[in-house]
């Protein structure tokens, strides 16, 4: 499956136009693609296509003094300490591509779970043809990462019928839940915000 640069938009369009989200995508440049996912969160980089992302929290006064916001380093950490790739990557495992649409679906709703898409007028099926859209812009060939466990860790598949949820905060907000996409050439975050 492929995209274009109008189906990619139009799907993380409307999966994400009721959550507060951060949606970004930048190029793949070194070895140790956390470094690229901080240059990211960093708004360093922009998208190499030109596709359009989104980011709820564009206009908000703490990227002053965090370029990263509202991205940051462990809670237990100095919250002005800048974030390093370390700090990306101890808080994500990895996970296989049906876990990563599952997510990218459940990343619609600031609680992480499918039941949130009863809202949306299209079948699960449908649903999970966006997802797909979404993922196809990074190939075949990609690794997925997360900061959310569902259902047994360590197996590298969330599982969504489970009750057992549990996330590594990687912003400075009450809550969040966030897939990394990593290409040879880009890497894409996904991000739900719950700033209550």
């Known amino acids: 499956m492929s995209t274009d640069q109008a189906s990619w938009e139009a ?3 409307h999966l994400y136009e009721d959550a507060y989200a951060f ?7 070194q070895e140790d693609w956390r470094a690229d ?16 992302g989104l980011d709820d929290t564009a206009d908000d006064p703490e990227r002053a003094a965090r ?13 002005f300490r800048p974030l390093t790739p370390a700090d990306v990557g101890e808080r994500l495992r990895e996970i296989d591509r049906a876990s990563a649409e599952d997510l990218l679906l459940a990343l619609t709703d600031e609680g992480c779970t499918l039941r949130s898409l009863e ?7 449908e649903l999970r043809d966006l997802a797909r859209t979404i ?14 466990t569902v259902g047994a860790p360590g197996t590298g598949t969330l599982d969504f019928t489970s009750s057992h949820w549990s996330y590594s905060p990687m912003t400075f907000y009450w809550e969040d839940s966030g897939l990394v996409v990593v290409s040879d050439t880009e890497v894409g975050l996904f991000w739900n915000l719950a700033d209550q």
Request: hydrophobic fraction near 40%; include cysteine; glycine fraction near 6%.
């Open 11 to 13: 799907a993380v369009r």
């Open 23 to 29: 949606i970004a995508t930048g190029p793949r440049t």
């Open 135 to 148: 993922l196809a812009r990074y190939g075949d060939a990609v690794t997925c990462h997360t900061n959310v």
């Open 37 to 52: 996912a901080l240059a990211v969160m960093e708004r360093a980089v922009p998208d190499p296509r030109g596709w359009a």
């Open 119 to 125: 809202r949306f007028a299209e079948s699960s099926d």
């Open 67 to 79: 370029p990263a916001f509202p991205f940051g380093p462990p809670r237990s950490a100095d919250p």
